[in-house]
């Protein structure tokens, strides 16, 4: 009798899984995928964790409370206010915050994950809708949703050690849901979100240039007329709300924390040349023909030293600045020949432009920065997920294999060949550890050469599944790409071998 009901159901299942939609069908698979990699992400014991160092900021943050003080009062920070807020955040989560620090540490561990759990969510599910908005009326949509969440998803398993263990996928879903905003012409919306993530970190400040530009209504670069208002009412509107949120933020923040509330950019401004950035590879590289350098440990991480290092630490805001703003004008002279005229803002009308615009700022943010923590590669993901189906695949090929390198590097042979660790002192990175470097932040270059290259080029019309299964035989990026990853591969196990 129990078989009998137990066979009914199934079948019963089985006739409402073959009268769903193939969307449905689509989202479903993807919802089961999301459950179980994230069951084993939050599971996962992680290396190199930074959660033990946000549970003692939320544990001082309780003491200092305590005493009517604010946690600046008692110890120096690296992060903004609104990031200090958030590591709060866990202990409204604690039934007991008088435990001692050991207990209260495994229940901060649970909080803090179970939090990111739900932003990670949050993102995945703002993605999907990011790409049933650019490609619902495509004859491959299913395919594109498929294939931009499964690399969404396995992305993220890559980065397994990191993800619900650093602060990065906050901000990962902060500026998914502005771009999301924007392309759906949410003016205040998308504002609000991007000046919550400027004050949480700094970092997308640079999506300013992008994001004002995709509010730009009846664009016509050739034939401007700066005399008719209408054209630029969206971003006159959404720098204003933009600056009222950002002021109303910081305001806030400077009158619970006082000064202290902006000490972190001094902390950031004097950071040196840290040993993962591409700075660091060249003077590593340049190294290898004589150049003196040695390595440091200074502002939590690992920094190399050199007669060349305080030169380019300065100098590498300005290459950031200039970097994004030649993304700026390559977006803005692309639209001008494309001649693109709407009452809409343009980012509704071209989401696929601005959006490479914002994973083009986010690239050159990886290249030109002075400090390349590895979970800053968490930040174009979402886009990458998004915009790889309407390029070719070598493109979603190379990031993940750009992914795979970069969570080798950090944490698993980090200690043992990147800054060769011994109980003494800090050693130069081995001849295994610099091919690693040198080869990821090439891979990295290469990667943003091809997407900036790739602007004027047609959208990929290959079939889907021959063109992933059989990737090498498509276009000649994707052969280029496959290539490179064979040749780096086949390095990287030479080395290993012999070293």
């Not at 109980?423 to 130069?428: D, E, R, S």
Request: hydrophobic share 50%; glycine share 6%.
């Amino acid at each position: 009798m129990i078989l009998l009901n137990f066979l009914n159901r199934c079948k019963s299942y089985n006739f409402h899984l073959k009268s769903l939609t193939p969307e449905k069908k689509c989202l479903l698979l993807l919802g089961l995928a999301f459950v179980l990699t994230r069951t084993c992400i939050i599971n996962k014991h992680a290396l190199q964790s930074d959660i033990e160092y946000y549970a003692t900021i939320g544990y001082q943050s309780l003491t200092a409370k305590e005493k009517g003080l604010t946690i600046y009062d008692i110890t120096s920070l690296e992060y903004p206010p609104l990031a200090v807020a958030f590591l709060y955040t866990p202990n409204y989560l604690i039934w007991d915050t008088s435990l001692p620090f050991t207990s209260y540490l495994d229940l901060y561990i649970k909080s803090y994950r179970g939090i990111l759990c739900f932003i990670d969510f949050a993102n995945f599910t703002f993605l999907l809708l990011i790409i049933r908005r650019l490609y619902l009326n495509e004859n491959t949509y299913i395919s594109y949703l498929f294939l931009g969440g499964i690399l969404y998803l396995l992305s993220t398993v890559i980065f397994i050690d990191l993800i619900y263990d650093r602060l990065d996928m906050v901000l990962l879903f902060l500026i998914t849901v502005c771009f999301y905003f924007q392309i759906q012409g949410r003016l205040l919306l998308s504002a609000f979100f991007l000046s919550i993530g400027i004050c949480f970190k700094l970092i997308p400040l640079l999506l300013l240039p992008i994001w004002t530009l995709g509010w730009l209504s009846n664009f016509d670069c050739r034939i401007i007329d700066f005399k008719c208002f209408k054209q630029y009412t969206f971003v006159l509107k959404s720098l204003w709300y933009l600056i009222i949120f950002s002021l109303g933020i910081l305001g806030s923040c400077y009158w619970v924390y006082g000064s202290y509330a902006f000490s972190f950019l001094g902390y950031h401004g004097n950071r040196g040349i840290q040993i993962e950035s591409l700075y660091s590879t060249i003077i590593q590289l340049i190294g290898l023909f004589g150049l003196s350098y040695e390595l440091e440990t200074s502002f939590g991480s690992q920094n190399v030293v050199s007669i060349v290092s305080p030169f380019i630490s300065k100098l590498s805001f300005f290459i950031i600045f200039f970097g994004c703003m030649g993304v700026f004008f390559k977006i803005f002279q692309f639209l001008s020949n494309k001649r693109v005229k709407s009452s809409s803002c343009i980012a509704s009308t071209k989401p696929v432009i601005i959006g490479t615009g914002y994973l083009l700022t986010l690239l050159f943010f990886l290249i030109g920065s002075k400090v390349l923590s590895t979970q800053y590669f968490l930040l174009p993901i979402s886009f990458i997920a998004i915009l790889f189906p309407n390029k070719h695949y070598g493109i979603g090929l190379l990031w993940l294999f750009i992914l795979l390198l970069s969570i080798i590097i950090f944490p698993y042979l980090y200690d043992s060949d990147i800054i060769s660790k011994s109980a003494i002192k800090l050693g130069k990175p081995s001849l295994l550890g610099t091919l690693l470097l040198s080869s990821r932040n090439g891979m990295l270059v290469y990667l943003f050469y091809l997407l900036y290259s790739q602007m004027d080029t047609p959208k990929s019309n290959e079939p889907p599944l021959v063109s992933l299964l059989f990737p090498f035989w498509e276009n000649k990026e994707v052969y280029r790409s496959f290539l490179l990853i064979l040749v780096v591969s086949s390095l990287l196990l030479l080395v290993n071998f012999f070293d």
